[in-house]
T-cell receptor
Framework: DVKVTQSSRYLVKRTGEKVFLECVQD?????MFWYRQDPGLGLRLIYF???????EKGDIPEGYSVSREKKERFSLILESASTNQTSMYLC??????????FGNGTRLTVT | KQEVTQIPAALSVPEGENLVLNCSFT??????LQWFRQDPGKGLTSLLL?????REQTSGRLNASLDKSSGRSTLYIAASQPGDSATYLC???????????FGEGTQLTVNP
């Protein structure tokens, strides 16, 4: 079974802090994704990566950056956390044009 | 820009009922459509994937259909059970790349 592991289930950070959200998958998937999920707005794509060191902006990349130095790990970075980045963050991975496999999510609160 | 809509937003049914969840999308140039289930506070679990060349896919009590030309998909759940209570989301994958666009989901409650 594919396993996508997000490093934290809950995280509380202060405004202005630099925040790292880590995601690791164990199935050699080329594609990895970061989404955020908010009530009334659904899932919105922040960034995705289709290979090591490759990244593409999604629909809402502002205020975020990503890093993919190894195939199995995709990190989301909040350069200077703000309260409007309080959200559920979901990481996913897949082979090309195959079902997405999601982690359990990180609920981030920025105070 | 692709838009995905799911109706209804919420549905409550008694146990044992057969039910249909609807998903529509605006751009028919898709590669596949996926249905997911999400339990409260958890990530998404893939249920079914329908390639654009297919008309339907079945897994156990679940059957998903796809009408690409009209921009519609349905998820049919037979003999619903309380354990089916969850939010169901559909997503389309575009031919232009690997990104998915999600609907907002239908929150299903199956009452014992």
């Amino acid at each position: 079974d594919v396993k996508v592991t997000q490093s934290s289930r809950y995280l509380v950070k202060r405004t202005g802090e630099k925040v790292f959200l880590e995601c690791v998958q164990d199935m050699d998937h080329e594609n990895m994704f970061w989404y955020r999920q908010d009530p009334g707005l659904g899932l919105r794509l922040i960034y995705f990566s289709y290979d090591v060191k490759m990244k593409e902006k999604g629909d809402i990349p502002e205020g975020y950056s990503v890093s993919r130095e190894k195939k199995e790990r995709f990190s989301l970075i909040l350069e200077s956390a703000s309260t409007n980045q309080t959200s559920m963050y979901l990481c996913a991975s897949s082979l090309l044009y195959s079902p997405l496999h999601f982690g359990n999510g990180t609920r981030l609160t920025v105070t | 820009k692709q838009e995905v809509t799911q109706i209804p937003a919420a549905l409550s049914v008694p146990e044992g009922e057969n039910l249909v969840l609807n998903c529509s999308f605006t751009d028919s140039a898709i590669y596949n459509l996926q249905w997911f289930r999400q339990d409260p506070g958890k990530g998404l679990t893939s249920l079914l994937l329908i390639q654009s060349s297919q008309r339907e896919q079945t897994s156990g009590r679940l059957n998903a259909s796809l009408d690409k030309s009209s921009g519609r998909s349905t998820l049919y759940i037979a003999a619903s059970q309380p354990g089916d209570s969850a939010t169901y989301l559909c997503a389309v994958q575009e031919t232009s790349g690997s990104r998915l666009t999600f609907g907002e989901g239908t929150q299903l409650t199956v009452n014992p």
